[in-house]
Each structure stands twice: as structure tokens, then as C-alpha cells.
């Protein structure tokens, strides 16, 4: 059982790896500059907590839901 938790962390580890570089080169962002974005924003946890149905869908797909989702939150901050 150990192993399969190492394996879903590991695969949860790659998809994170895998959208934060997917939206830096989308947006022409260095790697830091995208995880200062995504732990304002609370992106990582979403990704994380979401992971079983997001590492299913498209690159494309992601990226519109991350950028929603990161205007969603700049829109609360300002209410």
C-alpha cells in the first residue's frame, strides 16, 4: 500500500511539474515568477486537490482552467 501512495504522490508531483511549466511557456513566465503566482493564488492545492479529474484533460484545457481560476481569485481579493 506504501508504494502505491508514493506512486500517486510521484504522479501528483509530475502533473504540478507539468502545469507550471505548461503556463510559464504559455505566458513567457520564469519558474519563479509562475510559483509565486500559483501559491498567491492558491493554484498548487487547487491542481492538487483536483488532481484526479484534471490530469485527465488537455493541456489546453488546463491552462484556461488555471488562468480562470487565477481570475476568480484576483476578482475575490478586490470585493
Request: with cysteine; glycine share 2%.
Amino acid at each position: 500500500m506504501k508504494t502505491d501512495k508514493k506512486d500517486k504522490e510521484l504522479d501528483i508531483a509530475y502533473f504540478l511539474s507539468f502545469c507550471i511549466e505548461q503556463y510559464k511557456n504559455k505566458h513567457q513566465m520564469s519558474g519563479e515568477e509562475v510559483a509565486t503566482l500559483f501559491e498567491r493564488d492558491g493554484v498548487l492545492p487547487y491542481l492538487e486537490d483536483n488532481f484526479e479529474l484534471l490530469h485527465t484533460q488537455s493541456h489546453h484545457w488546463l491552462m484556461d482552467e488555471i488562468e480562470e481560476l487565477i481570475d476568480r481569485r484576483k476578482s475575490e481579493a478586490k470585493k
